[in-house]
């Protein structure tokens, strides 16, 4: 519902569905990827399709612009994994290997009285 409300009610809420065009929902979608929230743009576009999806299937509207923005906004980035450790053993060594390095480096924040 957050979504609707901050960057769909205000820009296209007092449209009747009838009377909704593409390029509405264009500006809907193009104002959030233009602030940098390209998965909230695309995310935005899915609820606003469902919602046109929705009238055009009990005749509030004939059409379902917001289907016909699809492809209009830049693909999403794939998320970057890294690298982690899963055996158990491997995860021990590593545990070990910094609990020595913050005993023997004498900081403060990790004391004998912190144990």
Same mark, same amino acid.
Request: charged fraction near 25%.
């Given at each position: ?32 990827? &233009?602030?940098?929230? /390209?998965?909230? +743009?695309?995310?935005?576009?899915? =609820?606003? @399709? ?5 009238? *055009? ?14 492809? &209009?906004?830049?693909? /999403?980035?794939? +998320?970057?994994?890294?690298?982690? =450790?899963? @055996? ?5 060594? *590593? ?21």
């Amino acid at each position: 519902m957050g979504k609707l409300e901050n960057d769909v009610f205000p820009v296209i809420g007092s449209i009747a569905m009838s009377q909704l065009k593409k390029a509405d929902c264009l500006e809907v979608i193009k104002k959030v990827e &233009a602030r940098g929230s /390209v998965e909230t +743009a695309h995310r935005t576009r899915n =609820i606003l @399709d469902g919602i046109c999806g929705y009238a *055009l299937s009990n005749e509030f509207a004939e059409t379902n612009v917001a289907a016909l923005t699809k492809g &209009a906004l830049a693909p /999403v980035r794939k +998320a970057k994994h890294h690298p982690a =450790i899963t @055996d158990p053993g491997e995860l021990a060594g *590593l545990l070990k290997a910094v609990d020595a390095y913050l005993s023997w480096s004498g900081l403060p924040c990790y004391s004998e009285r912190s144990r």
